[in-house]
Antibody, heavy 120, light 110 residues
Framework: QLQLQESGPGLVKPSETLSLTCTVS??????????WGWIRQPPGKGLEWIGS???????YYNPSLKSRVGTSVDTSKNQFSLKLSSVTAADTAVYYC????????????WGQGTLVTVSS | QSALTQPPSASGSPGQSVTISCTGT?????????VSWYQQHPGKAPKLMIY???KRPSGVPDRFSGSKSGNTASLTVSGLQAEDEADYYC??????????FGGGTKLTVL
């Protein structure tokens, strides 16, 4: 049973870079079964897919965020990470990490989520 | 890519059935059988309820079912129970390894 845990600063200043890490336990991040995904949810609003990364490092991003998003994988630590640059208040959200079943395109488990607030 | 369209709210009495729609385009919902549905209770992470249009993960009651016709997918909850009250989100593959979510539907059990 996979378990995922997001970690990172809960407060980021406007124009700075948001950085989060997701630690995977109960399975290997190098599994060919999964992409590793990031999803966010602004307070009181809906879900937004941010992007997904394969253990090889191949990444796919939401076109609306593509210019500001970067992801990476650290197989030695069984972790993957998200960076979102030039943040504004609109990037305030709960950020979730989740494994995406590669062939069927669904998130079968989710981390508990972490709230990131963008404020000076 | 635009968000999939869901009704903001839906409701039903205990024991009744309710259907939530999720409308996209031929580039997402209509083009692939990769529609999934998630249930989210307040303050909690989403939970997978349906994948590949109509498949239920183990542990999800068979009161939950999914279907698709053209560019619209649907989630039906039969025999409504109080614990079904939650937000529901659809998601679809949109090609080129992109995904899109719906805006969410708040289901109220009257």
């Amino acid at each position: 049973q996979l378990q995922l845990q997001e970690s990172g600063p809960g407060l980021v200043k406007p124009s700075e870079t948001l950085s989060l890490t997701c630690t995977v336990s109960g399975g290997s991040i190098s599994s060919s079964t999964y992409f590793w995904g990031w999803i966010r949810q602004p307070p009181g609003k809906g879900l937004e897919w941010i992007g997904s990364i394969y253990f090889s490092g191949t990444s796919y991003y939401n076109p609306s965020l593509k210019s500001r998003v970067g992801t990476s994988v650290d197989t030695s630590k069984n972790q993957f990470s998200l960076k979102l640059s030039s943040v504004t208040a609109a990037d305030t959200a709960v950020y979730y990490c989740a494994p995406l079943i590669r062939v069927s395109k669904y998130f079968h488990q989710w981390g508990q989520g972490t709230l990131v607030t963008v404020s000076s | 890519q635009s968000a999939l369209t869901q009704p903001p709210s839906a409701s039903g009495s205990p024991g009744q059935s309710v259907t939530i729609s999720c409308t996209g385009t031929s580039s997402d919902v209509g083009g692939y059988d990769f529609v999934s549905w998630y249930q989210q209770h307040p303050g909690k992470a989403p939970k997978l309820m349906i994948y590949e249009v109509n498949k239920r993960p183990s542990g999800v009651p068979d009161r939950f079912s999914g279907s698709k016709s053209g560019n619209t997918a649907s989630l039906t909850v039969s025999g409504l129970q109080a614990e079904d009250e939650a937000d529901y989100y659809c998601s679809s593959y949109a090609g080129s390894n992109n995904l899109v979510f719906g805006g969410g539907t708040k289901l109220t059990v009257l």
